[in-house]
């Protein structure tokens, strides 16, 4: 079945790294995402990952993911306080549906 | 230049009372998806459509209904509103499977 969970939140010093966490349970998923959501806005697209990749780089943002435990997580160097949000991962499993975790809310202080 | 826009972005209406969200796009996606968004709680996905082609979701209310008059747009008509409708509404669209979905600002929308 399709069950995507984070945890609720996390919170960082300024200029520390975050790592957010997600599991997932469908082994058949092919893409995976991490999407941000700022208060009262839409989700952003940050970055995703193809099944068949370990890791993936992108600026400060750093996406593992490990399918043998169904896995995902994502790291952002010297997090900002800009980089405060909620941050979802999301699954599809070739379908057109996106699946959406719990959402992990980021805060960071100074 | 946003490419999906959706209207209002604060909606207010009456306990029972029909209302409809709109969305649009400039991107010419094939599919486009309504989620709505509970205070603190992930996007579930309502129902989308690959062109024409309708897709509920097994779980959606038969109180929520969508049309797609054409690929730009496309409507959430929720045909009797409860107070637990109240919600955030997100629209998106994407090429297909495996694509990035494209979100809108959402509508907030009050149930009084």
């Known amino acids: 079945g399709e069950d995507v969970e984070q945890s609720l939140f996390l919170s960082v010093r300024e200029g520390d790294s975050s790592v957010i966490n997600c599991t997932y349970t469908?082994?058949?998923?092919?893409?995976l995402y991490w999407y941000k959501q700022e208060p009262g806005a839409g989700l952003q697209l940050l970055t995703y990952?193809?099944?068949?990749?370990d890791m993936k780089q992108d600026q400060r943002l750093t996406v593992l993911l490990n399918k043998k435990d169904k896995h995902l997580s994502l790291r952002i160097a010297d997090t900002q306080t800009g980089d405060s949000a909620i941050y979802f991962c999301?699954?599809?499993?070739?379908?057109?549906?996106?699946?959406f975790g719990t959402g992990t809310r980021l805060q960071v202080f100074p | 230049d946003a490419m999906v826009i959706q209207n209002p972005r604060y909606q207010v209406t009456q306990f029972g009372k029909p209302v409809t969200l709109s969305c649009s796009q400039t991107?010419?996606?094939?599919?486009m998806y309504w989620y709505q968004q509970k205070s603190s709680q992930a996007p579930k996905l309502l129902f989308h459509?690959?062109?024409?082609?309708?897709?509920n979701e097994a779980d959606t209310p038969d109180n929520f209904q969508s049309r797609r008059p054409n690929t730009s747009f496309c409507f959430l008509d929720i045909r009797s509103p409860g107070l637990g409708d109240a919600a955030m509404y997100l629209c998106?669209?994407?090429?297909?499977?495996?694509?990035?979905?494209?979100f809108g600002q959402g509508t907030r929308l009050t149930v009084v």
């Open positions: 998106a669209t994407s090429r297909g499977a495996n694509t990035e979905a494209f």
């Open positions: 469908d082994s058949s998923s092919t893409y």
């Open positions: 990952i193809f099944s068949n990749m």
């Open positions: 999301a699954e599809s499993i070739d379908t057109d549906k996106l699946i």
């Open positions: 991107l010419n996606h094939n599919v």
């Open positions: 459509y690959y062109d024409k082609d309708f897709n």
